[in-house]
């Protein structure tokens, strides 16, 4: 029903007599009546939630121009209504394209440390430099072509500048136009590696293919002219790239297409090979000696995204021996004054565990370089498998790329392979787990993690080794809001006076939700699947109905709370009146969870039934 109304004294009462605390929200920390009655209305809206609501569509009717608003959106159920506002306004909000239409959305961002805003353009498109380079004097920003040869060295000469990189143009109706990507949201304003996947699983559920597919396009223009697809794209990222998962994007995209375009995947699948030989298949660097893979980030330095003082604690003892202040030091170090050699190696790792997308966790800290993490051999066994079946089912068992041919047998060899060495060397049958394994001590790191199960969902693990998986050590990890980054086990060797990691325990973060989601369907584990599905999305809608739409980076999953405690805070939670795009990946798992539950527990997240009183787990 619409109703008709006065939008901004509407507007002004309600702020005035239920928001408190005047931060323009209305949430459960507002000491207000909780009650409203729209004046000559008849209309009663009562409640945190159904408040809330009322000045989020009080502000979009504002912004429309239209004097009403409809009140079955008021008391719209609430795991449906976040539902459609992610569909209808989150995946627009968070759009971003690099052409003149959209560059003010780029560059006007916190992290451009120069005077004028820098687009860096790869060596290998000129066509792009041109393009930059006629805009730059209107848009006052400057274009920079970067060397042919890009080394730690260059990247650490331009660190900080904080410039931005270009991604595809493409010619539209006889103009460049940039191909749009989704960016994950509040301080993050790039085009970031591994939540891009998880981004683009919620934008196939919500049908936009075409968005989907430009994200796939602008992955593979990275790997064509940055070498790798990056950590993001911002000049500091050159050497450093991100969780693999270009194969699963590529190939659900492919999947989705109402018409099959068959040049397009062997395009991309060409790329996707070309970056798994070149990226993550070099010896003594990202392919250690045993055959299995790691992180190895390269680069000179601290790496310069990260706050500052963040690196003091680590800085303080060399600067005491050399009777120097901190900034001193770290000045002198950065400008390679100053030489230290176990810093070198401490800052190898530091920029690993950032490649890794969990930065940061203790599971990683000061050895990341030193593992063969269980989740990245994972992906790359997926990679391998991924060829496999794209080769037999749509190119008859004959793909060439590089004037090389490849068939499935070879891909399934190398799986096969890479399975033999998880199984020998992650696999611990004592603790029914998989576990990192440090090539330097030639031992497993016995850090329990939500990434011990990403082998359910590459298919590696037998049947038994689930089983074992699930009922001995799943368990551990299960709380309210769903899976923790880590056991709580597994921190007990560090101090508790220490800084918590976000990745670590009590955390929970959607990629990992959805992978070990994905996992125990592979497996049979449907009813388990459903709880922690539940659990995920009843904490996400619940925090929603408190905090006035609130969706943010990750949550505290022991206390089902976006309040979590950690060192880079929480993103997604600095708005004012309406949320305009959530969070990425939280978005898109949110999306994929509603199109898993099933209805009977959709009418019971709509009632926000708590997880205990449908599946009882007394810790």
Not at 223 to 232: D, R
Not at 478 to 496: M, N, R, V
């Amino acid at each position: 029903m619409k109703l008709h109304l006065d939008i901004n004294q509407t507007l002004n009462q309600l702020l005035l007599q239920e928001d408190t605390d005047q931060d323009k929200r209305i949430t459960i920390e507002d000491k207000g009546s909780k009650v409203f009655v729209i004046d000559g209305k008849n209309v009663v809206v009562e409640g945190t939630y159904a408040l809330s609501n009322l000045l989020q569509e009080l502000i979009l009717a504002k912004e429309s121009g239209v004097d009403f608003i409809e009140t079955d959106k008021i008391f719209e159920l609430p795991a449906n209504r976040l539902s459609r506002v992610i569909k209808d306004y989150f995946w627009e909000g968070l759009t971003r394209t690099m052409d003149e239409d959209g560059l003010k959305n780029v560059l006007t961002d916190v992290k451009s440390k120069s005077g004028d805003p820098i687009i860096y353009v790869p060596f290998t498109d000129p066509v792009a430099f041109d393009f930059y380079t006629q805009l730059a004097q209107k848009y006052q920003f400057k274009v920079v072509q970067l060397p042919e040869k890009i080394t730690p060295e260059y990247v650490s000469g331009i660190n900080d500048q904080g410039g931005v990189l270009s991604l595809k143009l493409v010619e539209k109706s006889g103009k460049l136009v940039g191909k749009p990507f989704v960016v994950p949201g509040g301080r993050f304003n790039e085009m970031y590696g591994w939540d891009s996947y998880f981004e683009n699983i919620g934008l196939l559920i919500d049908g936009k293919i075409e968005l989907a597919k430009s994200m796939v396009e602008n992955f593979a223009y990275q790997i064509q002219h940055y070498g790798k697809i990056l950590n993001a794209n911002r000049s500091y990222y050159l050497t450093r790239t991100q969780p693999p998962f270009f194969s699963s994007m590529v190939l659900e995209v492919f999947n989705a297409m109402p018409v099959k375009e068959l040049d397009w995947l062997k395009e991309n699948i060409s790329i996707a090979i070309k970056e798994y030989e070149t990226v993550w298949m070099q010896t003594n660097k990202r392919l250690t000696s045993n055959g299995l893979n790691r992180y190895f980030a390269e680069g000179i330095g601290l790496p310069p995204e990260t706050e500052e003082g963040h690196y003091d604690d680590i800085l303080k003892p060399y600067a005491d021996a050399l009777q120097m202040t901190i900034s001193d030091y770290e000045r002198g170090y950065y400008q390679r004054k100053i030489q230290n050699p176990e810093l070198d190696a401490y800052f190898v790792h530091d920029r690993s565990v950032r490649e890794s997308g969990h930065d940061t966790s203790y599971r990683l800290e000061g050895i990341c370089a030193s593992l063969n993490v269980v989740e990245l051999n994972a992906m790359l066994y997926k990679y391998e498998t991924d060829f496999a079946q794209i080769i037999i089912t749509h190119f008859n068992n004959e793909f060439e790329y590089n004037q090389k041919k490849y068939n499935q047998e070879y891909w399934i060899e190398k799986a096969a392979t890479r399975k033999e060495l998880i199984n020998q060397l992650l696999w611990n049958e004592e603790h029914h787990c998989y576990f990192d394994y440090n090539i330097e001590t030639k031992s497993q790191h016995l850090f329990l993690s939500a990434t011990s199960f990403f082998p359910l969902w590459a298919k590696i693990a037998s049947p038994e080794q689930a089983q074992k998986m699930v009922q001995h050590e799943l368990p551990k990890l299960i709380f309210d809001g769903g899976i923790a980054g880590c056991a709580p086990e597994a921190l007990a060797q560090i101090g508790g006076d220490q800084m918590k990691r976000q990745w670590d325990f009590p955390n929970g973060w959607a990629p990992h939700q959805m992978i070990i989601w994905q996992g125990l369907e592979n497996y049979g584990y449907h009813d388990l699947a459903q709880e922690l599905v539940y659990r995920w999305l009843w904490m996400i809608t619940k925090n929603a109905c408190d905090y006035n739409g609130t969706v943010p980076e990750k949550y505290d999953v022991e206390i089902a709370s976006h309040k979590v405690f950690a060192e880079y805070g929480n993103q997604g939670t600095d708005f004012e009146y309406i949320t305009r795009e959530g969070f990425g990946w939280m978005n898109a798992s949110f999306q994929l969870g509603m199109q898993l539950l099933r209805v009977d527990l959709k009418l019971q997240l709509n009632q926000l039934v708590h997880p205990e009183k449908l599946f009882s787990r007394k810790k």
